[in-house]
T-cell receptor
C-alpha cells in the first residue's frame, strides 16, 4: 500500500514550457486535491476532484488545468509555465467528505526559470 | 471558512508538554477543528480533529472550550522528532475547503 505517490519529485522548466504532474493513490479514495506551497506560506488549493470525471477550481486555479480520467489518478497540467509557478506541489486524497483527514503525497518541487 | 490565528513559532525541550493554541472567533456551528503536522520536505499529516470538549488519540489531545472560539493542541512529552510546523484548520467538513494558514513552527531542543 503506497498511499499517495507523485511523479516527478523534481523538475526544472523554462518559461513557456508545459508539463504534467501525476498523482496516484491506491486507497480507493473518491476525493483528490492539488495544492501548492510557497516558502513561508501554508498550502493553497489549486484544483480538486470529488470523483472520477469531475474537477473543480480551488483558491488559485489560474494557469493550471487538471483531469481525473481514472479514480486513482489526478493530473495537474501547466500549459505555459511562468516563474510565479515555481513552488512545491502536493497532491492529497480523502475517502469522505465528512472528514478533513486528507492523505498527502511527498510533493513535487518545480522550478521555472 | 473561519479565520484562524496561531503563534508563528514556539520553542520547547525534550520531555516537556507543548500546548499550541489556535483562535477562531468566527467559527460556525457546523465547523470542525483539525490539526495537521508538516515536517520539512514532506506533505502535511493529519493529527487530530474535533468538534467540542476533548479528543485524544495516540499522538495528541485536542481541547475545545464550550464557546469553541479557540482550541488547544496538546503534545505530551515532546521529542526532537516533533519539530515541525503545526497547522490549525477550521471549517465545515467537506471536500472543497481545506485552507492552511502559516502554521506554528515548533522547535524542540535537547
Amino acid at each position: 500500500n503506497a498511499g499517495v505517490t507523485q511523479t516527478p519529485k523534481f523538475r526544472v522548466l523554462k518559461t513557456g514550457q508545459s508539463m504534467t504532474l501525476l498523482c496516484a493513490q491506491d486507497m480507493n479514495h473518491e476525493y483528490m486535491y492539488w495544492y501548492r506551497q510557497d516558502p513561508g506560506m501554508g498550502l493553497r488549493l489549486i484544483h480538486y476532484s470529488v470523483g472520477e470525471g469531475t474537477t473543480a477550481k480551488g483558491e488559485v486555479p489560474d494557469g493550471y488545468n487538471v483531469s481525473r480520467l481514472k479514480k486513482q489518478n489526478f493530473l495537474l497540467g501547466l500549459e505555459s509555465a511562468a516563474p510565479s509557478q515555481t513552488s512545491v506541489y502536493f497532491c492529497a486524497s480523502s475517502y469522505s467528505s465528512t472528514t478533513y483527514e486528507q492523505y498527502f503525497g511527498p510533493g513535487t518541487r518545480l522550478t521555472v526559470t | 471558512l473561519a479565520k484562524t490565528t496561531q503563534p508563528i513559532s514556539m520553542d520547547s525541550y525534550e520531555g516537556q508538554e507543548v500546548n499550541i493554541t489556535c483562535s477562531h472567533n468566527n467559527i460556525a456551528t457546523n465547523d470542525y477543528i483539525t490539526w495537521y503536522q508538516q515536517f520539512p520536505s514532506q506533505g502535511p499529516r493529519f493529527i487530530i480533529q474535533g468538534y467540542k470538549t476533548k479528543v485524544t488519540n495516540e499522538v495528541a489531545s485536542l481541547f475545545i472550550p464550550a464557546d469553541r472560539k479557540s482550541s488547544t493542541l496538546s503534545l505530551p512529552r515532546v521529542s526532537l522528532s516533533d519539530t515541525a510546523v503545526y497547522y490549525c484548520l477550521v471549517g465545515e467538513t467537506g471536500y472543497s475547503t481545506l485552507t492552511f494558514g502559516k502554521g506554528t513552527m515548533l522547535l524542540v531542543s535537547p
